[in-house]
């Protein structure tokens, strides 16, 4: 079997979170550092279904890596998917900001040739590429989101 390509790779990813997530995605371990993201199924369901509706209500106990595998499908969205503009809403603006800084790990520990649009913004609240994609964080407000 042959290596695929660089541009086969891409595509690849781009057609699969699952795949992206799993192939190139690392994440934080609190006692092991950096790691490669291995999800779940039930995560894979929900990323499948975060894919494929637009509106998604998830009923979870703490302590099931919803907010890591989320903030892996923001990376895959905002990589793959041009113009998009994704909000990290919630009560304190710490935990909005969590996802903010899982989405800018992610993204710097890609391959660089995986990495298909430049960061040009990059702070405590927000992460934009050049392809016009950003997530920004905000806490509970009157006119949050």
Request: proline fraction near 5%; hydrophobic fraction near 40%.
């Amino acid at each position: 079997m042959r290596k695929a390509s660089v541009k086969e790779e891409i595509v690849r990813c781009a057609q699969d979170p699952v795949y992206f997530i799993n192939k190139y995605v690392k994440i934080r371990h609190p006692k092991r550092g950096l790691i490669p993201f291995k999800t779940f199924p039930y995560q894979d369901e929900t990323l499948e279904c975060f894919r494929k509706k637009r509106f998604n209500v998830i009923l979870k106990p703490r302590q099931m890596g919803f907010t890591e595998v989320t903030s892996a499908f923001v990376t895959w969205l905002m990589l793959f998917h041009p113009n998009q503009s994704i909000l990290a809403l919630a009560t304190k603006a710490e935990t909005a900001k969590q996802v903010v800084r899982r989405v800018k790990a992610a993204l710097k520990n890609l391959p660089k040739w995986l990495l298909i649009a430049d960061i040009t913004t990059d702070n405590k609240t927000s992460i934009e590429l050049a392809n016009g994609s950003f997530v920004k964080s905000i806490s509970k407000s009157a006119d949050a989101g």
